[in-house]
């Protein structure tokens, strides 16, 4: 609903906001590839807090028999501010691109390198869990575009000069962590690479 009509932050809580009729059919079809997808295997979700992103995960018609649902904080969207005026916001996304969008942060709310510190804390407790026997071999983030990149960012141990030089998925958009033989992970596609990075210098 956000991305339809911003004005909407000024009367409804970021969290509150529900998916509109295009988001659910944009999720439905996210689901379909899903289903195909895991099959008959067990999927551990863990799903922001948020109402569209609980609205996305019903709407991807998951078997009930074969998921585990966990709600998780640590995957909820960058906080912008509590009520937020449209043209303040405007403003600060202005200064947000100049400044980068890592490091800046909302004046009443987080920069992407406070998301970033809770996403690798989940990350930690992730890897815990799957030490678990009976953990399920799959995992599905149901989350947020900005959360996505940088849960991304954290496992590949990209740079902030390669995150920023990098695009937010779409929505209802997914990006996979395929295992491979040699007990790495790669992504199933890259996220679009809107320039190229621009290191302060060398690292890896």
Known sequence: ????????????????LPLTERGWRQAEKTGKRLRELFGRERVSVYVSPYRRTHET???FHL??????VREEPRLREQDWGNWQDRDDVRLQKTYRDAYGHFFYRFAQGES????????????????????????PPNVLLVTHGLAMR??????????V????????????????LLLGEDGRYTLDRPFDRWRDPDPYWITG
């Not at 078997?63 to 585990?68: A, I, W």
């Open 1 to 16: 609903m956000g991305n339809a009509d911003d004005s909407v932050y000024e009367r409804e809580p970021d969290h509150a």
């Open 57 to 59: 995960l019903r709407a």
């Open 63 to 68: 078997d009930p028999d074969r998921v585990r």
């Open 112 to 135: 992407g390198a406070d998301v970033y510190d809770r996403v690798g804390g989940f990350l930690e407790s992730l890897f815990r869990s799957f030490e678990a026997p009976d953990h």
């Open 150 to 159: 940088l849960f991304c960012m954290r496992w590949f141990h990209w740079t």
């Open 161 to 176: 000069a390669e995150f920023e030089s990098l695009s937010n998925p779409g929505n209802g958009e997914t990006r996979m």
